[in-house]
């Protein structure tokens, strides 16, 4: 029993890197798309479907040998509202938070309207976050919202 | 507000709107003048719209302007694939200022941005057309002889209809009643519902119009559009529902007026049209001096 636990722990633990916990399982894949992890070259682990008390299920991604910038990490907040990410170095936790949802979104989401010029010309898509809970995107140029049913990520 | 573009109505704050609509008095007083002499105005229409560039034409040319552009991009280079950023550029060399029409909703906003001239937005898609709410202002106060405390009830697609979007947010700014009236399938969406809640405002939502004609100072009709339905049978018993017709504005108040951003379908019975209370080929004449004033104020000429 114990022996198996020391393994698990083994598997998951990071020396050096980002924890980011908390994450809806259903998300787990979108923020791996919004870091950009599936083209990132060092051990990326992530798990799905974790038990959690808070939430019912949960997933969990842990990157190694890197620290994001907060506005990276917050982009994340549009489907994962209350992950917590925690930094390690020489497998000690150094620095937790939790992610916050930016006022502005700018070029990593799509605008819903296909009908919008970000979608036609080569215009980044910027948002005014109008409703953080529920996630409500205000389109800069053709002021519609965007929710969290049509969001999409670039 | 020299130099200032006009994408969305909120652009101009009221105290801005209201200076336009003073200037547009005096240019009602004076139509014809030689302001733009000097000047240049491009009319960039890449979807036809005669009614709002004649409008826009008609003002530039009695204030002595120049206009260049096209009234639909058939012919043009915009055909050929050119972009709208590269378009604007060229045009901004050639032009004072930059009246543009365009069915890619947000392409206004976005030559705002590019554009070493102002712009002024006379419709981008299904998302705004300011020039129409300021003339709809305009109309309002001439009739009504205030813009404050009114009984204003709407009629028509509220759903999809960008003129009242935006004329409902610009009326949140003058403590008005809003009465609107819609089939259920067509009420105004909760984002523009939103600003009339944020102001505290009184709104009524029917979907039978007779009722609240008697309580109105405006009623403001709009076109149902045949393609928002499914069922075509469904479309003619609404077309029919939302017609109105001179025996029913009989009872109304004094200051009583309906208007309508026009084209009509038949949702106005053209034995309304030689009622003194029906007001909106007026309407359509007065988007020419807010148009002027617009421009003026633009330049930095008034
Ligand atoms: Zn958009």
Redesign the pocket.
Same mark, same amino acid.
């Given at each position: 029993m114990n022996n198996k636990k020391v393994t698990e722990l083994k598997v998951s633990a990071i020396e050096n890197g980002t924890v980011i916990d908390h994450i809806p399982s259903n998300a787990v894949f979108q923020v791996i798309r919004i870091l950009k992890l599936e083209r990132f070259e060092n051990m990326v682990l992530f798990a799905t479907n974790l038990e959690s008390k808070k939430y019912g299920t949960k997933g969990i991604i842990k990157v190694s040998g890197k620290y994001f910038a907060p506005e990276e990490l917050n982009k994340i907040s549009l489907v994962a509202p209350h992950a917590s990410v925690i930094e390690i170095h020489d497998f000690q936790v150094k620095n937790k938070t939790v992610v916050e949802t930016p006022d502005k979104i700018r070029g990593i989401v799509k *605008?819903f309207?296909p009908n *919008?010029i970000?979608n036609i010309e080569e215009v980044p898509?910027i948002f005014t976050v109008v409703d953080k809970d529920d996630i409500r995107l205000k *389109?800069h140029?053709?002021e519609?919202i965007t929710t969290r049913n049509t969001i999409e990520f670039r | 507000m020299k130099n200032k573009s006009l994408v969305s109505i909120n652009d101009y704050t009221k105290e801005e709107q209201l200076r336009i609509l003073e200037l547009a008095k005096e240019f009602e007083k004076q139509p014809v003048q030689t302001i733009l002499q000097d000047h240049v105005i491009a009319s960039l229409f890449f979807e036809p719209s005669t009614r709002t560039r004649l409008s826009f034409e008609s003002a530039v040319n009695r204030l002595g302007g120049k206009v260049v552009g096209f009234s639909e991009a058939s012919n043009t280079s915009v055909k050929k694939g050119e972009s709208l950023r590269d378009t604007i550029l060229t045009i901004a060399n050639y032009s004072d200022l930059i009246v543009m029409r365009n069915p890619i909703?947000?392409s206004a906003r976005f030559a705002s941005e590019i554009s070493s001239v102002p712009i002024i937005n006379a419709g981008d898609g299904a998302n705004q057309h300011p020039t129409q709410t300021l003339l709809d202002l305009y109309s309002i106060l001439k009739t009504q002889g205030t813009l404050d405390n009114l009984e204003v009830a709407m009629v028509g697609d509220l759903k999809y209809g960008r003129t009242i979007h935006s004329l409902v947010i610009a009326l949140c700014n003058f403590n008005t009643t809003f009465h609107l009236v819609s089939p259920v399938e067509l009420k105004l969406p909760s984002s523009v519902k939103m600003h009339i809640k944020e102001k505290q405002l009184a709104y009524h939502q029917y979907t039978d119009m007779e009722e609240v004609i008697p309580k109105a100072d405006l009623l403001y009709m709009t076109r149902i559009q045949r393609e928002r339905f499914s069922d075509p049978l469904e479309y003619e018993r609404i077309k029919n529902a939302y017609n109105l017709h001179r025996d029913m504005i009989g009872q109304t108040k004094e200051n009583f007026r309906v208007l309508h951003p026009l084209p009509r379908v038949s949702e106005i019975n053209i034995n309304v049209d030689d009622s003194p209370k029906a007001y909106y080929f007026e309407q359509a004449l007065n988007g020419v001096f807010v148009r002027q004033a617009l421009i003026a104020s633009i330049l930095g000429l008034k």
């Open positions: *605008c309207n *919008c970000t898509a *389109c140029y053709c519609k | 909703e947000g």
